[in-house]
């Protein structure tokens, strides 16, 4: 059992039961179980009044008997619902990701399907929430099992193909038919691979504010944030930690780093505020790089190892239109805010090109990177090499344990503690 609705006080409260004891529970706590998936108002064990539903297994989410307790959200009612809950014998609290888990056990969901209600959870836009919700539907496990069928197709015909080796032909045109359903199965892998989109909207675009020191870039982020997040002043080389603040830019999740300010010399404190900017820099995907209108020689941005550069042109308010407008990049004014809506437009633009218009279901997380660039070598092993059949075979074994891998068939106990742990309790 679980309070599934977080911590604090709220109008309603959910607490969610699941397991072979939970029609005891509910006896213990209303007398009996009420008519299934329906949601019935009853006394609570003398505690509160509040709607019931009652899922038997294993129509229910985990696949187990499940029920739903709804009451009120007071800390006193739930302290003593979750007491007379956890008085019924052999109940317990859940552990985080518990029902997920135990949905993922009882084949409710797959390993892709359990990560996508994970990112659902943690969904911060519009973009985010939708491929999360594609995912938790079965976007990818649809996807990876019909590619497994193509592969058990394929080692099939090389089985029948080893089996039949003393037939010439057939064993040849049972190899050479593997050799086609592979052959037409390697290139949609490497389609899928080489789309990054849906790691890049789950993880958010990354851009990182760099420049000279005092030319606003700390103004910027908390004019970008709408709050006082990073601290402005007029002295040189007040920024040393990375700040960071997640934007929501029409749908797009943006994620944007204040840094120190880049020069030479400076203290111990400040030349690591430094390296931290510019490694943080390197690992981005847009640099805005920041400099003073009112500069008459501005520094030109370094080359922050190939990641693309808009150049900001702060402090317009300073100098003459004609003079501001001359550059080119943004021209803007953290103080005044002009120009501020021309970098949001410009930063929406480049997020939605850089997180793209993908695929129907990508590729999410580096797990499922990991797992389909070990499958793709062994099929291209499989084609390419004059490998004798058995090793070919051996080839499509190792492909489809790694595709197995990824929806959670086979032998994945060491990643499950660490997705399902991404859960809170309750889900
Ligand atoms: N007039 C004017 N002043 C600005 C503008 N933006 C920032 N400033 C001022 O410039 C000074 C430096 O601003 P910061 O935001 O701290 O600059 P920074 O680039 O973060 O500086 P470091 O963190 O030290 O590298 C402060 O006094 C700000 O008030 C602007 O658009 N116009
Ligand atoms: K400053
Ligand atoms: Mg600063």
Known sequence: MALASGAGVAAVAVVRVSGPGTRAVLENLIGSAPVPREASLRRI??????????????ASFTGEDMAELQVHGGRAVVKAVVEAVLATEGTRLAEPGEFA??????????????????????AETEAQRRQA???SEGGLRRLYEGWRAELLKAQSLMEAGLDFSDEADVAEDATRMAGDVVGALLPKIEAHLADKS???????????IAGPPNAGKSSILNALAKRDVAIVSEEAGTTRDVIEVHLDIGGMPVIVAD??????????????????????????DLVLWIVDA????????PGFGGVPVLSVTNKSDLVSRSAAGSTSGVTMSAKTGEGLEAL????????????????AAPITRTRHRVELVSVRDALKRFVNHDLDSELRAEEL?????????????????????????EFCIGK
């Open 45 to 58: 064990g003398g505690i509160d009044r509040g709607l019931v539903l009652w899922f038997p297994g294993p």
């Open 344 to 359: 949001i437009a410009e930063l929406g633009q480049r997020a939605g090109a850089g997180i793209g218009a993908h695929c």
């Open 259 to 284: 840094t120190a300010g880049l020069r030479e010399g400076g203290g111990a404190v400040e030349s690591e505020g430094i390296r931290r900017a510019v490694s943080r820099a390197q690992g981005a």
């Open 397 to 421: 074994r190792i492909a489809a344990h790694h595709l197995g891998r990824l929806t959670g068939r086979i032998d994945v106990e060491e990643v499950l503690g660490a997705i399902f742990s």
């Open 294 to 301: 009112a500069e008459p020689n501005p520094e030109a941005a």
């Open 198 to 208: 849906g790691e890049r909207l789950r993880d958010g675009f990354r851009v990182v």
């Open 101 to 122: 888990r135990r949905a993922f056990e009882n084949g409710k969901l797959d390993l892709t399907e359990v990560e996508g209600l994970a990112d659902l959870v943690s």
């Open 133 to 135: 919700l594609a995912q």
